[in-house]
């Protein structure tokens, strides 16, 4: 009963490639978010929906397209892969407006993508 | 913006304790978080602070002074499985903002 479910855990593609990253909770939160990791650990947001809508974007280049067919689901695809692009993208979600306060996010396994 | 900042890495023996220590500078404050991220893992809620002063919770405890802009996370009786990637992230709205992480490896 996997809480945060991402696929592929692994993806590896040349550059110039498409490709996308599936998402999907099944813990009834409303928000989802998608953060990317570097190799250096760094673990930065780059989007977040709350219940099919967009709440933040953060500088990403407009390649990555973020869509969320429903509150459960949060998918990420990549046009035109760069060298760059190269990391571990995680998918989280959470209660936006928590009672307890503390909207802890819960995160997927992470999708390590390689870009030859 | 938030700027969050911990130490890179920290070495520690089996049975000690230590402290890992997180500086923010925000605009607006909605708590605080720590998560441990084992490698090849996803990261994993720890702890939350809000207020003022000490959550503990089992070999855990976190700290947090808002007016100073500070938290510590202290692991007591460390174990080798203590291992990981500590992250001190800052609540922005509903976005986590992370820190870069402190890389703890325990020996025995």
């Known amino acids: 009963d996997t809480a945060v479910s991402q696929t592929p855990k692994y993806l590896v593609t040349q550059m110039g490639n498409d490709k996308s990253i599936k998402c999907e909770q099944n813990?009834?939160?409303?928000?989802m978010y998608w953060y990317k990791q570097d190799s250096k650990k760094f673990l930065k947001i780059m989007f977040s929906y709350n219940n099919k809508e967009l709440i933040i974007n953060e500088t990403v280049p407009n390649r990555f397209s973020p869509k969320s067919p429903d509150k459960a689901h949060l998918n990420l695809h990549i046009n035109s892969l760069e060298l760059g692009d190269s990391a571990v993208y995680f998918c989280?979600?959470?209660?936006?407006?928590?009672?307890?306060?503390?909207?802890?996010?819960?995160f997927g396994a992470g999708s390590r993508l390689t870009v030859l | 913006g938030q700027n969050i900042d911990q130490p890179t890495e920290m070495t520690a023996t089996e049975g000690a304790i230590v402290q890992i220590n997180c500086t923010y500078q925000t605009s607006g404050f909605n708590g605080l978080f720590w998560y441990q991220q084992h490698a090849g893992e996803a990261p994993t809620f720890l702890s939350y602070?809000?207020?003022?002063g000490l959550e503990e919770k089992g070999r855990f405890s976190s700290f947090l002074s808002r007016s100073k802009g500070y938290s510590y996370l202290l692991l007591k009786e460390l174990q080798m499985k203590d291992s990981a990637s500590y992250l001190c992230?800052?609540?922005?709205?509903?976005?986590?903002?992370f820190g870069k992480g402190t890389t703890l490896s325990v020996s025995s």
């Open positions: 602070n809000v207020l003022d």
């Open positions: 813990l009834g939160h409303d928000t």
């Open positions: 989280a979600s959470s209660f936006r407006d928590d009672p307890l306060g503390a909207n802890v996010l819960t």
């Open positions: 992230a800052v609540r922005e709205g509903t976005a986590l903002i």
